[in-house]
């Protein structure tokens, strides 16, 4: 692994016992001695930290805020004009044919947009954003490592070194001093906890994740944790459950476009693939992301295939994201149907070793989100 | 008692042999959630794939060590998956195997060489 690129906090992982794993080009955490299912446990129970800093951060900034964000709403089906002053929103940049590039976080930052995207698309993103953002200067910001901390009691744990944590709101945006160091936090994360994702200078990031990892409260979680809270929390993981070839509509992302892009919305479309964004937010798509509990309890995972028949020949779709929910106490996945086979309590089967066996559409999340509104 | 290279334990009871995988396997695999097991009767051969094991990470195989017929499964690991972490040793075995050319058990590991293996 010595040609993988490694976080700030890549010697503090190892002296933690991490188990390393390439990611996205990075050397990162897959679980810790405690293992994935007592990691998951521990996040939803008290405070969880996870390095992050394998996704890009960039600021997009432009002669003022409402300007940056007019020209990024060319690129973005979200509201970005309408963001409040130290809010942050979920979007996705898009292309002509609608499909989903990445999904990303937006805030404003007062005279810029924080942009954090995933690891895996950063250099294409920021290509992308280069090229088409010519009145804006776009910046990937190199010399800070990105933490989470999630669970309920990261608020608790958070107040202790700067009492404004406890404040802020779901998606509220600020910078808060930890010990002294300037740090970017948001109220927000990938788990379906409460928490926060804190970006601090590069150089201090390992003496902050310490100062957090001593509290009783949290423990540090890797990668395969990350993974089955995102999976229960029914949240989208890019390259799986959405990519170039799945639309905001088939992957239920409606909720993230407002009325103000929608069709006569005052600021209608706009954006790379809007005829066939807007005519799938009025009319729905062919094919819908939805949740999925398999009957029995062997897990079912990416790329088993669903068929609507124990006989049927013909599948009408894939598992995208699956396996074992430790909250839930079961298997559970997340796969795309025909919109006929997406009604909650339709019974569909999937593929597993030769053996046709039955799931539940469901509704998602598994686990109830516990955002702080 | 002997080991295989695919982190195995077996150990002869009488005419059949008792198939598990070893604390060292458990802990690679991490927490077991799931486990398939081979049907009461079935005649087996060395290296058919008769287990699944599902981790919360990954699914993996456990092959007939050796050729024979399955006399006997362990019903409590399809009920408590995690028994194969918790007692990888005894409680949490796999099947009863009765072989029919037990002279393959003479190609496997002992303790000592097996420690030595995973050392």
């Known amino acids: 692994m010595s040609d993988l690129l490694r976080t700030p906090l890549h010697d503090l992982h190892i002296s933690l016992g991490a188990k390393m794993v390439e990611f996205a080009g990075y050397s990162m955490p897959v679980q810790y001695p405690m293992g994935v299912m007592q990691e998951h446990t521990h996040t939803r129970e008290k405070a969880g930290l996870f390095d992050v800093s394998h996704m890009g951060q960039v600021i997009i900034k432009g002669p003022d805020f409402q300007s ?7 690129l973005i089906p979200v509201d970005i004009m309408g963001l409040a002053l130290n809010r942050q929103r979920y979007g996705f940049l898009t292309n002509d044919a609608g499909g989903i590039m990445d999904d990303l976080m937006l805030a404003n930052r007062g005279d810029h947009i924080l942009v954090v995207v995933n690891a895996a698309c950063k250099s294409d993103d920021i290509a992308h954003l280069k090229a088409n953002l010519s009145d804006c200067a776009v910046s990937e910001v190199t010399d800070r490592a990105l933490l989470a901390i999630q669970g309920p009691a990261s608020a608790a744990v958070l107040a202790a070194l700067d009492p404004a944590a406890a404040e802020m709101r779901f998606m509220d945006v600020a910078v808060l001093s930890f010990d002294g160091v300037a740090c970017w936090v948001s109220r927000s994360g990938y788990t379906g906890e409460d928490g926060y994702e804190i970006s601090v200078p590069a150089h201090q990031a390992t003496a902050l994740a310490e100062r957090l990892l001593a509290h009783p409260d949290v423990a540090p979680i890797g990668l395969g944790a990350r993974d089955s809270l995102r999976l229960e929390a029914g949240l989208c993981l890019y390259g799986h459950d959405i990519d170039t070839l799945t639309t905001p509509t088939q992957a239920a992302l409606n909720w993230a476009i407002q009325n103000v892009r929608r069709r006569d919305g005052a600021r209608e479309g706009g954006f790379p693939g809007a005829p066939v964004i807007l005519d799938e937010l009025q009319d729905g798509a062919e094919r819908k992301r939805v949740g999925l509990r398999p009957d029995g309890r062997a897990p079912m995972r990416e790329g088993v295939t669903l068929f609507s028949g124990i006989d049927d020949a013909a599948p009408i779709g894939q598992i995208t994201s699956g396996g074992f929910g430790p909250t839930v106490g079961r298997p559970i996945a997340m796969g795309y149907v025909p919109v006929a086979h997406a009604q909650n309590g339709t019974i569909i089967y999937g593929e597993l070793r030769g053996k046709r066996l039955p799931l539940t559409v469901v509704a998602l999340p598994f686990t109830p989100h516990s955002f702080k509104r | 008692m002997k080991f295989t290279e695919e982190h195995e334990w077996l150990r002869p009871e009488g005419d059949v042999v008792v198939v598990g995988i070893t604390a060292h396997a458990t802990t690679q695999l991490g927490d077991i959630v799931f ?55 005894d409680a949490g075995w796999f099947f009863k195997i009765r072989p029919s050319n037990p002279s393959q058990m003479d190609a496997y590991m002992d303790e000592a060489a097996y420690n030595a293996m995973i050392a």
Do not use: F, H, Y
């Not at chain 2, 499964?73 to 918790?86: D, F, G, H, I």
């Open chain 1, 68 to 74: 940056a964000a007019q020209a990024l709403e060319t």
């Open chain 2, 35 to 89: 486990v398939e097991l081979p049907e009461v009767g079935a005649i087996v051969a060395k290296d058919d794939e008769v287990v699944v094991i599902e981790s919360v990470k990954a699914a993996s195989d456990i092959m007939a060590p050796l050729d024979g017929e399955i006399v006997e499964v362990n019903t409590a690991l399809a009920e408590n998956p995690a028994l194969a972490n918790e007692a990888s040793g």
